[in-house]
Nanobody
């Protein structure tokens, strides 16, 4: 069982930065792939980025590539999403997700591939 709690959302102007954190509890965090998704009003939840259990592999949606960076600290059971050069279209509720992978380096970008989800944190980017 993994419990996830996101933090760090807020209101920022276009071009600004935010840093989201996901705190995880549970003994399987260190062997789980982690992902960030987002959902804007009236839209489906979409993939943003994912990271392997070791942090050695990452995957990004084209819309955020070069602006967002995912990282993790297994000693602290945290995953971080650094978001730079934010745009109004980045406005959404951002969710952290975990999938137990038993040290596989596979990455996942479909919501159905993840086993655990946080409650989400709102990110609003004003123009």
């Amino acid at each position: 069982q993994v419990q996830l709690v996101e933090s760090g959302g807020g209101l920022v102007q276009a071009g600004g930065s935010l840093r989201l954190s996901c705190a995880a509890s549970g003994r399987t965090f260190g062997s789980s792939a982690m992902g960030w998704f987002r959902q804007a009003p009236g839209k489906e939840r979409e993939f943003v980025t994912a990271i392997s259990w070791s942090g050695g592999s990452t995957l990004y949606a084209d819309s955020v590539k070069g602006r967002f960076t995912i990282s993790r600290d297994n000693a602290k059971n945290t995953v971080t999403l650094q978001m730079n050069s934010l745009k109004p279209e980045d406005t959404a509720v951002y969710y952290c997700a975990a999938r137990y992978t038993l040290y596989s380096t596979d990455l996942y970008y479909d919501t159905g591939d993840y086993d655990y989800w946080g409650q989400g944190t709102q990110v609003t980017v004003s123009s």
